[in-house]
């Protein structure tokens, strides 16, 4: 089940995009907290679960929401898993499933002046991949993603569905390195980052070459066994630009 937090009344239900089970989007009449539900995958104990949610409100000012889903009934390799996308024009209402996009796990929604993006790990492929919508959020052709990083040999990339920040005249956004031989020995975390570009509605972003920061090292002085960083965010702060300036990447505590 996928929630948002808004306060919102009934409404109908739709098909997930398998066809294997109702998809609701409804308040929850037993919340005390106005959630709403986005995405459900019942039955319960079919082995699917719900999560990795993304939201990003688009320039017509309707809600775009992504998720991905997870479990032992998910099988991930198939390289047509991916994340799901539902959108609501009645300010959260109500959500529709509108789009797949396959290959993307935990991947990112922005807007860059008035284009929609989906930036994460590409599941299968070892890359990192950018994803541009239609304006509307419902179209993703194949023809409008690409691969933007990949990862050296032996390694993978892995996030969660954190923030992507428009900062000084570039895009960033955090990443891990994982190694694929033990997906739970984690390496680094990177920040990658491109350019904005000068066109005015931002389609431009897909043609960007991205590039990743040096390694974020480690504090010395913590134990080894916690000696790793899993689904990092970057935020905008004061050190930003002297740190980016002056390691290509981020070495501060507060910097990101």
Do not use: H
């Given at each position: 089940m996928l929630l948002l937090g808004l306060s919102l009344a009934e409404a109908p239900q739709a098909a997930d995009p398998d066809?294997?089970?109702?998809?609701?989007?409804?308040a929850l009449r037993d919340s005390s907290l106005n959630l709403s539900e986005v995405a459900w995958s019942g039955p319960e104990q079919r082995g699917v679960y719900i999560g990795a949610p993304s939201i990003v409100r688009l320039p017509s000012g309707d809600l775009l929401v992504s998720?991905?889903?997870?479990?032992?009934?998910?099988?991930?390799?198939?390289?047509?898993?991916g994340a799901v996308l539902h959108k609501s024009t009645d300010e959260?209402?109500?959500?529709?499933?509108?789009?797949?996009?396959?290959?993307?796990?935990?991947?990112t929604l922005f807007v860059l002046k008035n284009t929609v993006y989906f930036l994460g790990a590409a599941c299968h492929l070892d890359a990192m991949q950018l994803s541009r919508g239609s304006a509307d959020g419902t179209q993703w052709p194949v023809s409008d993603r690409r691969i933007v990083l990949t990862a050296a040999a032996g390694m993978s990339y892995a996030n969660a569905p954190t923030a992507v920040v428009e900062a000084n005249g570039k895009v960033y956004r955090a990443v891990e390195s994982v190694f694929k031989a033990d997906n739970t020995a984690w390496g680094s975390s990177l920040i990658l980052f491109a350019t904005v570009p000068p066109d005015k509605d931002g389609r431009g972003l897909l043609e960007?070459?991205?590039?990743?920061?040096?390694?974020?090292?480690?504090?010395?002085?913590?134990p080894r066994a916690v000696r790793t960083k899993l689904s990092n965010n970057i935020l905008m702060c004061t050190f930003l630009c002297e740190t980016v300036g002056a390691f290509n990447g981020f070495t501060r505590t507060g910097s990101g």
């Open positions: 066809g294997s089970s109702a998809c609701s989007s409804s998720s991905n889903a997870f479990g032992s009934a998910v099988n991930f390799s198939d390289p047509a898993t959260g209402e109500s959500f529709a499933t509108v789009a797949t996009v396959a290959n993307a796990c935990d991947n960007q070459t991205w590039t990743a920061s040096k390694p974020l090292p480690f504090a010395k002085d913590w």
